[in-house]
């Protein structure tokens, strides 16, 4: 049974930190690429970070946010610093075999996790 699950969210203030987690049960994730996404109310889903050999991050989390990875836990990190209110979304796991990053059609998608920054 493919799952995906994410926790860490919260409200914070701004200029705080979060750490997400995402438990990725049913595969071998070592192979896939996996990655957090995020969505605003209002707002399409917007790409946060990726990684497979690499990461990659878009620009407005550069510097702030960080992405890691346990394959022995099968578990995915956003640890999010210098949190702003334009962060408030909600953030979901992603994982991919064949795309990265990770494609909604072909993709396992987690259900989510609220962050809130004020």
């Known amino acids: 049974h493919v799952q995906l699950v994410e926790s860490g969210g919260g409200s914070v203030q701004a200029g705080g930190s979060l750490n997400l987690s995402c438990v990725a049960s049913?595969?071998?994730?070592?192979?896939?690429?996996m990655g957090w996404f995020r969505q605003a109310p209002g707002k399409g889903r917007e790409g946060v970070a990726v990684?497979?050999?690499?990461?990659r991050y878009a620009d407005s989390v550069k510097g702030r946010f960080t992405i890691t990875r346990d394959d022995a836990k099968n578990t995915l990190y956003l640890q999010m610093n210098s949190l702003k209110p334009d962060d408030t979304a909600m953030y979901y796991c992603?994982?991919?075999?064949?795309?990265?990053?990770?494609?909604?059609?072909?993709?396992?998608w987690g259900q989510g996790t609220q962050v809130t920054v004020s």
């Open positions: 990684v497979d050999d690499d990461t």
């Open positions: 049913g595969h071998t994730w070592s192979r896939y690429c």
């Open positions: 992603a994982a991919d075999h064949g795309s990265c990053p990770p494609s909604r059609n072909t993709g396992y």
